[in-house]
C-alpha cells in the first residue's frame, strides 16, 4: 500500500488550493478514504472522509463550506479542494486509509496560509 500526497504550498488568507493523493497497492475503490491535518503543536485532526462508490462525505466543523473532498476511483485518486483558506488551516496535510484495522499514510503536504 502506497500514498502519495501532492499540492500543498503557502497561500495567502482566503486563497485555495487542491491536494491530491494517489493511491497504489489495493483496490482503491473499496475503500475510505480520509485527510487528515497536524498543526505544529497540535496532534493530527481528522479533517474530511469519503465513502467507496455512493461518495458521500464528511468534514470536520472547522472546515465545513469551505473544503470539499472528492474521488476519481479511475485513477485511485483522492482530493481535497480547499478555499477561504485561514493561517489557522495551516498544518501537514495527510492523506489515509484504514484496511484490515491498519492505518495507512502519505507521506504528508506542507500548506501554509500566511499573509
Known amino acids: 500500500v502506497q500514498l502519495v500526497d501532492t499540492g500543498g504550498g503557502l497561500v495567502r488568507p482566503g486563497g485555495s488550493l487542491t491536494l491530491s493523493c494517489v493511491a497504489s497497492?489495493?483496490?482503491?475503490?473499496?475503500?475510505?478514504m480520509n485527510w487528515y491535518r497536524q498543526a505544529p503543536g497540535k496532534e493530527r485532526e481528522l479533517v474530511a472522509t469519503?465513502?467507496?462508490?455512493?461518495?458521500?462525505?464528511n468534514y470536520a466543523d472547522s472546515v465545513k463550506g469551505r473544503f470539499t473532498i472528492s474521488r476519481d476511483n479511475a485513477k485511485n485518486r483522492v482530493y481535497l479542494q480547499m478555499n477561504s483558506l485561514k493561517p489557522e488551516d495551516t498544518g501537514v496535510y495527510y492523506c489515509?486509509?484504514?484496511?484490515?484495522?491498519?492505518?495507512?499514510w502519505g507521506q504528508g503536504t506542507q500548506v501554509t496560509v500566511s499573509s
Open positions: 489515509n486509509t484504514n484496511i484490515g484495522r491498519r492505518d495507512y
Open positions: 497497492g489495493f483496490t482503491f475503490s473499496r475503500y475510505v
Open positions: 469519503i465513502s467507496t462508490t455512493m461518495g458521500s462525505t
